[in-house]
Structures are given as structure tokens and as C-alpha cells.
């Protein structure tokens, strides 16, 4: 049973030392990251509006078929094209995108916070804390909190997608340093033939 485990004790651990040093690189250099990241997305979808496209033409057996095709192959090689050419571009529009969705969530949230409050949303253990119960000023607080990250996406894009590459480093660097331990321990754990 622990010989599996064991023997993979190796590989677990060249997985957690990948990830703290992609999450190194992130912190250090996020700018740089998230430009890597966003041409390598861009590179993909270049090459799926590449095939897509070849695709609507061989079959061409039905015309709706192949024009719906033939559309969505063009859409992928210009999206491609932009996020490979100017990643800048692609990933500012990316970010005023999330924004946008931040800061409606964030308007909805406060807005049901603002209706329930004259309903009382119990949990037993906060009674028992010396509270009232009620828990709809958490829902305000992560409206007020999602409202700040739209802002910040949406009115200076590019402090943003830093700020979402650095939160992906710290948890990438977590997460190896997790694998490595667990790789340690598991390294240390005696071999029991099954």
C-alpha cells in the first residue's frame, strides 16, 4: 500500500518544485508572467481557429454547417492572432472584462445584502458566539470587496492583471512548497509491501 506511494515520492516532489518555481517567477516577475501565459492561450486558440477553419471547408456537405464552421475557425485565428501579436492588448481587454463581471457581482451582492437585512439569516454557532446571527453584512463585505477588484480591473487594467499574477504566485509557491513537504514525508515513510 505505502509502495506506491513511495515510489512516487520523486515525482511528487519535481511537481511541487515546478509550481514553487513558476510561483517564484510569478512574484518576481508578474508583468512578464502573465504576457507569457496569455500568448501561450493565444497560441492555442491560433491553432485551433487554424484547424477549425480547415476543418468547415473539408466538410462542406452542409452550408449552414460550413459557414457556422468557417466563422468560428476566423474568430479563433484573429483572437489568436491578437493575443500572440499584442498580449498586451489582449490581456487589458481581459481584465476590463472580469471587471466589468466584478463589479456587477459586487453591486448584486450588496443589493441582497441591503434586502435581507431585516431577515434574520441564523447560524447557530454565531448565536453562541455573543452575535445576533446575523450574517448578510458578510454578503455586503464581499460586494464591497468584489466592487474594489472591478474597479481596479476596470480603471487601471494593466495593476490588475499584475495583481492577479502575483495572487497566482503566491499560490503556485504554496502549493509546491506543500508537494515538497508531502514528497518529503512521504520519502521518510517505511516501504510495506502490499
Known amino acids: 500500500m505505502v509502495v506506491a506511494q513511495t515510489a512516487g515520492w520523486k515525482l511528487l516532489a519535481l511537481r511541487g518544485t515546478v509550481a514553487a518555481l513558476f510561483g517564484v517567477f510569478a512574484l518576481v516577475r508578474p508583468a512578464t508572467t502573465a504576457t507569457a501565459v496569455v500568448v501561450l492561450i493565444g497560441a492555442f486558440v491560433l491553432v485551433d481557429g487554424l484547424l477549425g477553419t480547415i476543418g468547415a471547408f473539408r466538410t462542406g456537405d452542409r452550408p449552414g454547417q460550413t459557414t457556422l464552421g468557417i466563422a468560428e475557425g476566423v474568430l479563433g485565428l484573429v483572437v489568436g492572432l491578437i493575443a500572440v501579436i499584442a498580449p498586451h492588448a489582449a490581456l487589458r481587454f481581459l481584465s476590463i472584462m ?9 453591486a448584486l451582492e450588496i443589493a441582497a445584502a441591503i434586502g435581507t437585512r431585516s431577515v434574520d439569516v441564523s447560524v447557530p454557532a454565531a448565536r453562541g458566539a455573543g452575535g445576533d ?4 453584512w458578510l454578503l455586503g463585505i464581499a460586494g464591497a470587496l468584489s466592487l474594489i477588484l472591478g474597479g481596479i480591473l476596470v480603471f487601471s487594467p494593466g495593476a490588475g492583471v499584475v495583481l492577479i499574477t502575483v495572487l497566482i504566485g503566491v499560490y503556485a509557491l504554496g502549493f509546491g512548497i506543500a508537494l515538497i513537504a508531502l514528497a518529503l514525508r512521504l520519502r521518510r515513510a517505511p516501504t510495506v509491501a502490499r
Do not use: D, S
Open 98 to 106: 472580469i471587471g466589468l463581471w466584478a463589479l456587477l457581482t459586487g
Open 133 to 136: 446571527g446575523r450574517v448578510n
